[in-house]
């Protein structure tokens, strides 16, 4: 079942936060940095748990990664990663929250030789998912096919997020995402 499918099979009147997603945020260009940031840290932190988990802690993984700010989670040290280690409201896996700070990491470094997260995806769109997993392995951890694959559909550099027969899927085309906006490899 396709993600559209599954939110449009939803009950009216559900608290599911994945529709809200899927109607405003999913495939959709992100731009910012932090934003991108938040929502790499999210898809890394789903690996192997439900995205609907991902999305009801939303708000506690903003609190607790200081805003989703790429400068201030870089330069977190030993108490900050013990502070989210014990923080209840985020997924405490130690793999994850290192990742999380090592990533942040990587792209203060990004920034500083392509000016911003986004220019240097934007520099290496458009790629086939298998070289932009290679790619997102060589500069990040905790980093698979799939996650890389989530974040690049849902932040609109690949295609896929919503089928075409979804009203959402016209919205995401009007909003130009980079998938739409060149030729494909």
């Known amino acids: 079942m396709s993600y559209c499918a599954f939110v449009n099979a939803l009950p009216a009147g559900t608290d599911d936060p994945n529709k809200a997603y899927h109607d405003q945020a999913y495939g959709f260009p992100v731009t910012g940095d932090d934003a ?35 400068a201030r989670v870089a330069a977190y040290g030993v108490a900050e ?17 290192d990742a999380a700070i090592h990533n942040a990491r990587r792209i203060v470094e990004l920034q500083a030789s392509h000016g911003s997260f986004k220019a240097w995806l934007d520099a290496h769109h458009p790629l086939a998912l298998a070289e932009w997993t290679r790619l997102f392995k060589q500069q990040f951890k905790f980093v698979g096919g799939e996650i890389v694959n989530e974040f690049l559909m849902s932040t609109g550099y690949l295609p896929g997020a919503h089928t075409p027969d979804c009203p959402v899927h016209r919205r995401v085309l009007r909003a130009k995402p980079a998938w739409a906006c060149t030729s494909k490899p």
Request: no cysteine; proline share 0%; glycine share 8%.
């Open 36 to 70: 991108l940031f938040g929502r790499l840290l999210l898809e890394i932190n789903q690996a192997g748990l439900s995205w609907t988990l991902m999305l009801r802690k939303q708000q506690a993984f903003e609190a607790a990664y200081s805003g989703f700010s790429v």
């Open 81 to 97: 990663r013990e502070r989210l280690l014990q923080d209840a409201g985020i997924v405490r896996n130690r793999l994850k929250v």
